[in-house]
């Protein structure tokens, strides 16, 4: 078993632009929000460009790059033009996730066990150009060892059914999900993975996952950009670093 050191915290800004987009405007402004998320203690800055430019634009990829201190992690599906982006930018981390034109938020993790041999080629200029690699994807064993085979250095656990499960009052589901997430992060990290985890977390949901030995990074965004509006950004990311060091310590 790892002794778990300190949990890093990624915070998502992509709904910072989803609100600057509902008007078409520059306000608010996604860069600032990743500076104030730094300034609060965040260890990194995650942004999602989507192929429909429905909330991260290009000209935010660029702003984050140029004014962040801490890693910038470049959430990104496995297309061509995706791949020009990162190799242009060589973000210190590259998380290939699934998309979908018409889904609300990334629904489920990438199937990397039906498409190795696309995603091994895909991937491999961008650990060439020093991108640490990291691949979104369920907690089971089959994605886990196709991550492995074809490169990945990292991979990010989906925890949309543990904090889904947790919402609509499905306790037994959600502590059988949160097993699955407890076998997985070990079975991955004695695989040589760098283990992650995201996609829902809350205050409430965020505890038992942080308390993961294995788990070196969470990546939150939509809580905590949601829990700004009434706290402030600073704030409700310095309430979620406590929560984390103390499912840690």
């Known amino acids: 078993m790892p002794t778990a050191g300190k949990l890093r915290l990624g915070v998502n800004i992509d709904h910072v632009a989803t609100v600057r987009n509902a008007r078409g405007g520059a306000y608010p402004c996604p860069i600032r929000a990743a500076e104030l998320a730094q300034a609060a203690g965040a260890d990194g800055i995650t942004a999602h460009l989507r192929e429909d430019r429905r909330h991260i634009t ?4 660029d702003g984050l790059v140029a004014a962040l201190k801490v890693p910038l992690n470049f959430e990104m599906a496995a297309t061509d033009e995706m791949q020009a982006i990162a190799l242009r930018h060589r973000p210190h981390a590259v998380c290939i996730v699934p998309e979908k034109r018409e889904e609300r938020t990334t629904e489920g993790g990438l199937d990397v066990a039906q498409d190795e041999n696309r995603l091994a080629h895909f991937i491999a200029p961008l650990r060439d150009a020093g991108c640490r690699v990291s691949i979104f994807i369920a907690a089971e064993h089959n994605q886990i060892e196709a991550a492995h085979r074809i490169g990945a250095q990292v991979i990010e656990l989906h925890t949309g059914a543990y904090c889904d499960f947790h919402a609509e009052g ?40 942080a308390a993961l030995p294995q788990v070196v990074e969470l990546n939150i965004g939509h809580f905590l950009i949601g829990e700004a509006i009434f706290r402030g950004l600073g704030p409700a990311i310095t309430e979620m670093r406590r929560l984390m060091d103390d499912a840690r310590a």
């Open 170 to 209: 499905h306790f037994e589901k959600r502590d059988g999900e949160l097993h699955r997430l407890t076998e997985m992060a070990a079975f991955a990290h004695d695989l040589g993975l760098e283990v992650h985890a995201g996609h829902g977390l809350s205050y409430e949901t965020v505890a038992p996952v």
């Open 58 to 61: 290009d000209a935010d990829i």
